[in-house]
């Protein structure tokens, strides 16, 4: 499953990568705080993320991939397949986390985790691959839409 | 032209600047006025200059519009254009009182460059009607020189309008300082002898002049690894925390985040200094930003160019007293000037004449190191890295020399010889000077 693209490799995440892939998530969430009062990062969220990538680690219905360059992570995708009840196909796999970091990106780092990541649910049988994240982030939305993604779900919130 | 204040008069000096800039406004109530060219000998010429005669150069226009660069004023009209976002160091104070400045603009591109130049502050906070107003007026101009819009916000609106508009569109703040500052350091390099492609240069400060100069000098050979820049928040690099903020908020910036301090350092002033060979400071009011002590960190023969107005980040005595080789500031008072008015005027003079599209970062480079080269065939000094506003044959030179890259690049609407070329500019530039003169001979204007 290891696939060499220039100067970094994916790969499976490890345990000895918790450390640096925790670094790389909370930036990610840090990076939505910008769009919206309702992404504030909670104080805890630095323990919060390194158990939740911990955890990630450990179930078999999360792939997590890195982009290790040299022992450097340098990006991270996480992929949660979630079933759908009511609809075909049955299952999804669902990127919660997708986050390069920024001087290794324009070199196709974050399209290579996302192919890789479907290549793998792919053998699983999966055939439905969603992402989530703010529909602020026009980059976000601009690089799955460049990937053949399309939007298909309105999740709205309000403050009650 | 006024100065900026004098090295130790106190604000006094410049109230009185102030005071005086006031009165004069309102007694002239302005400072242009459009005067016709055309020879008017009886009421009949208005035939060949309005109805019906002028119906027939409209015509001809009709069919192909870019006879509208040889049959009116157009070809030699610059929108002097504003939101009135950042007037000087006034902040947001909004187009009306944009004007003043703008008007003196004109002023300058007239009495240096032989341009006609309308100020233009326009009501448009939001960018996509500034882009869309500018365009809508583009029949009407030569050019589009921006002028005095806040950062990023500038980088963004010229961006789509350099792109969207088939006349050269200018942001003076960045392109005018920033070929600037490529002329002085091309010289500088030369007196202490380094490659620009050797050099460790350091940025203090990432308005809108400086990620301009940083993005030219590279162009122009310096390795982006080894340029370090720093803000308010210390030394950019790309791993900083603020980073994925500025992709959204200031992509020009994240992009130089992302590409240059190819060794992650990190720290404020005084560690981006240490061992650099240059610096471009474009900031704060000085002195005191930049630090004696820290000059003395910086490598061998450091360049140091503090652009501050009024006052520069380090005085050039400081500087030099500690070890600075080539000290340039933003000050007519004092050496090496890097001054726009030594820019603007010029290479749109010379783009108009060519009628060309665009103004292209070759043209840019081109424009500076003619700028460069002018001052070296004077003979290059410490003190003198780049011409003076006094030396009236750089204005021509640099305007033929861009112009003439125009036509290379095949932007052109007008082709011309060198020659031809040449006397044009020279005729631009010195029949305004001569009608100018003869008024106040005449005492119409005084």
Not at chain 2, 387 to 414: Q, S, Y
């Amino acid at each position: 499953m290891f696939m060499e693209k220039g100067e970094y490799t994916i790969r499976s995440a490890r345990k000895e990568d918790i450390e640096q892939i925790s670094d790389l998530v909370l930036r990610l969430k840090k990076l939505n705080e910008e769009f919206d009062p309702l992404y504030t990062v909670r104080q805890e969220a630095p323990e919060v993320v390194r158990k939740y990538v911990a955890e990630s680690l450990d179930r078999d219905d999360i792939i997590l991939l890195v982009a290790d360059s040299l022992g450097k992570i340098v990006g991270v995708v996480r992929v949660e397949i979630r079933s759908r009840i009511f609809y075909e196909p049955l299952i999804a796999g669902v990127i919660t986390d997708l986050y390069v970091l920024p001087s290794y990106r324009r070199k196709g780092v974050g399209e290579t985790l996302v192919s890789s990541v479907i290549k793998i649910l792919r053998s699983r049988g999966v055939s439905l691959v969603s992402a989530e994240f703010p529909p602020m982030n026009k980059i976000a939305v601009e690089f799955y839409t460049n990937m053949g993604f399309k939007p298909l779900m309105y999740v709205f919130f309000k403050e009650i | 032209m006024v100065s900026d204040t004098q090295r130790g008069a106190g604000p006094s000096s410049t109230d009185r600047w102030y005071m005086l800039s006031l009165r004069l406004h309102r007694e002239y109530r302005g400072k242009i006025e459009i005067m016709p060219k055309i020879p008017i000998k009886s009421l009949d010429d208005f035939a060949i200059w309005y109805t019906p005669g002028v119906a027939e150069p409209s015509r001809a226009i009709a069919k192909s519009p870019d006879l509208s660069f040889s049959l009116t004023s157009r070809w030699n009209m610059v929108a002097v254009v504003t939101d009135g976002s950042r007037v000087l160091g006034l902040g947001n104070i909004g187009p009306e009182p944009s004007y003043p400045v703008m008007e003196g603009k004109a002023l300058l591109f007239k009495y240096l460059g032989g341009v006609d130049a309308i100020p233009l502050p326009i009501r448009a906070r939001d960018p996509e009607e500034f882009i869309n107003i500018v365009k809508s007026v583009e029949p009407a101009f030569g050019g589009i020189n921006l002028e005095d819009i806040e950062s990023p916000k500038c980088f963004y609106i010229l961006e789509r309008l350099r792109k969207e508009l088939s006349i050269p569109v200018w942001h003076d703040d960045q392109q005018g300082t920033a070929t600037a500052i490529l002329a002085g350091l091309i010289n500088a390099l030369k007196i202490v002898n380094k490659k620009i492609s050797d050099v460790s240069i350091t940025f203090i400060g990432a308005g809108a002049s400086n990620i301009a100069a940083a993005n030219i000098v590279i162009k122009h050979g310096a390795k982006p690894g080894n340029i370090v820049m720093v803000d308010s928040k210390g030394i950019l690099h790309s791993e900083r925390d603020d980073v994925d903020k500025l992709m959204f908020e200031n992509p020009w910036k994240y992009d130089l985040a992302i590409k240059t301090n190819a060794e992650h350092r990190k720290g404020g002033i005084r560690d981006a200094l240490r061992g650099a060979d240059v610096v471009i400071a474009a900031s704060r009011p000085g002195p005191g930003v930049i630090r004696k002590e820290w000059i003395e960190e910086m490598n061998k023969d450091p360049i140091v160019f503090a652009l501050a107005n009024p006052v520069p980040e380090i005085w050039p005595w400081e500087a030099r007293e500690a070890g600075a080789r080539v000290v340039a500031t933003g000050r007519s008072d004092f050496p090496n000037q890097i001054n726009n008015s030594l820019v603007f005027p010029s290479m749109f003079r010379g783009v108009l004449s060519v009628g060309a599209k665009a103004i292209t970062d070759e043209m840019i480079i081109e424009f500076a190191e003619t700028l460069a080269r002018y001052a070296e065939k004077k003979g290059l000094r410490e003190d003198y890295i780049i011409p003076t506003m006094e030396e009236w044959e750089v204005f021509i030179e640099t305007a033929l020399a861009v112009g003439i890259k125009a036509m290379e690049l095949g932007i052109n609407r007008i082709t011309l010889t060198r020659e031809e070329l040449l006397n044009s500019i020279r005729e631009q530039i010195a029949v305004p000077r001569a009608k100018y003169e003869a008024l106040i001979r005449a005492g119409l204007i005084k």
